[in-house]
């Protein structure tokens, strides 16, 4: 089944910038609060994964707390 398909990937170095991210964000340099679109607790969680399934340009990402 040859389809002339090409594939290709890539990596980043995650390990290697977290801290300076986390710092950067701690200190108030980088906003990350426009990431989250929600915020449901774990009970609405089934609810959350609805919205990503039907409304995927307004659930971006999703925070769910413990009751």
Not at 6 to 23: A, C, E, F, N, P
Request: no cysteine; proline share 3%.
């Amino acid at each position: 089944m040859q389809k002339g398909l090409t594939i290709r990937t890539g990596q980043t170095h995650v390990q290697r910038y977290s801290q300076q991210l986390l710092d950067l964000i701690l200190e108030g340099k980088i906003d990350t609060t426009f990431l989250i679109s929600h915020r449901l607790s774990l009970d609405d969680g089934p609810d959350g994964y609805k919205g990503f399934k039907e409304k995927q340009d307004e659930f971006t990402k999703v925070v769910l707390k413990p009751s």
